[in-house]
């Protein structure tokens, strides 16, 4: 079991970049798939990239696609969303979130989760 702690989050002006970070705590981490949602105000919750095992083995929502990247540190326990030309449909609070298992872009499927941290875009 993992305990993760997000930061990293606050405002930007579109087209500019935030990188979140993702510590976690307890054994094991390099067996979790690595995953990042967000939600916005009376929205779902949306998937928008994950990691595996393996540092080449990423997915993303089409619209992110291009603009984050989602990167591991095993050594240091920590996940990282990098977010670039930032655009107000961005804004929300950024979750990340671990499973053990196969890929999935479903938040249901993931078990652990952090306490989420605020992106707010201003246009």
């Known amino acids: 079991q993992v305990q993760l702690v997000e930061s990293g989050g606050g405002l930007v002006q579109a087209g500019g970049s935030l990188r979140l970070s993702c510590a976690a705590a307890?054994?094991?981490?390099?067996?979790?798939?690595m995953g990042w949602f967000r939600q916005a105000p009376g929205k779902e919750r949306e998937f928008v990239g994950l990691?595996?095992?393996?540092?080449?083995?990423?997915h993303y929502a089409d619209s992110v696609k291009g603009r984050f990247t989602v990167s591991r540190d095993d050594a240091k326990n920590t996940a990282y969303l990098q977010m670039n030309n930032l655009k107000p449909e961005d804004t929300a609070v950024y979750y990340c979130?671990?499973?053990?298992?196969?890929?999935?872009?479903?938040?249901?499927?993931?078990?652990?989760w952090g306490q989420g941290t605020q992106v707010t875009v201003a246009s």
């Open positions: 979130a671990a499973k053990l298992g196969g890929y999935s872009t479903l938040w249901a499927t993931y078990n652990e």
């Open positions: 307890g054994r094991g981490f390099s067996r979790y798939i």
């Open positions: 990691i595996g095992w393996s540092v080449d083995s990423t």
